[in-house]
T-cell receptor
């Protein structure tokens, strides 16, 4: 069974601080996605990383895929209250010619003004 | 475009009752998925469909059945609800196979089984 472990599970910080969320597995994934979910809504895709060692930036968010494609991180610079939400990583695995997502448990981020 | 819609938004069932959750998408997507989300466990795939008339089991299919009679609709059924099925259920769709394409999620259905 492929598992993705996210850490920390809960993070409460002040506006302006930096933070990093980690997503680790013993399995190799063909790619990895990060989602953000707000209360009462479904997850929304932020980014997909495909190549080992790849780094992608989305404004103040930096995503990195590990060289061995088993882990990933999300770094937020100068967090803002609008960044509050649940962040989910999801590894892509292929099974019967269909790509499927294996989700981590999620990291709940609270940014206080 | 409404995207992915789910009906109902909330439901309370008694143990042993049955119900059907409806997912509809207006993006002409081939792939559709049903997930459940439980605290501390992320989202887990229940069933999925790679096209009209096809369905397949995901990670946690027991106690659920699905049907995809029309391309735009994906139904999730609970024949005899159990308290362990209390969860938030999300439907998603994608044009191409998940992982190579963006999955678009609906707003969820919160189900409580007493």
């Amino acid at each position: 069974t492929q598992l993705l472990e996210q850490s920390p599970q809960f993070l409460s910080i002040q506006e302006g601080e930096n933070l990093t969320v980690y997503c680790n597995s013993s399995s190799v994934f063909s790619s990895l996605q990060w989602y953000r979910q707000e209360p009462g809504e479904g997850p929304v895709l932020l980014v997909t990383v495909v190549t080992g060692g790849e780094v992608k930036k989305l404004k103040r968010l930096t995503f990195q895929f590990g060289d061995a494609r088993k882990d990933s991180s999300l770094h937020i610079t100068a967090a803002q209250p609008g960044d509050t939400g649940l962040y989910l990583c999801a590894g892509v695995t292929w099974w019967s010619n269909t790509g499927k997502l294996i989700f981590g448990q999620g990291t709940t981020l609270q940014v206080k003004p | 475009n409404a995207g992915v819609t789910q009906t109902p938004k909330f439901r309370v069932l008694k143990t042993g009752q049955s119900m059907t959750l409806l997912c509809a998408q207006d993006m002409n997507h081939e792939y559709m998925y049903w997930y459940r989300q439980d605290p501390g466990m992320g989202l887990r795939l229940i069933h999925y469909s790679v096209g009209e008339g096809t369905t397949a089991k995901g990670e946690v299919p027991d106690g659920y059945n699905v049907s995809r009679l029309k391309k735009q609709n994906f139904l999730l059924g609970l024949e005899s609800a159990a308290p362990s099925q209390t969860s938030v259920y999300f439907c998603a769709s994608s044009l191409l196979s998940g992982g190579t394409d963006t999955q678009y999620f609906g707003p969820g259905t919160r189900l409580t089984v007493l």
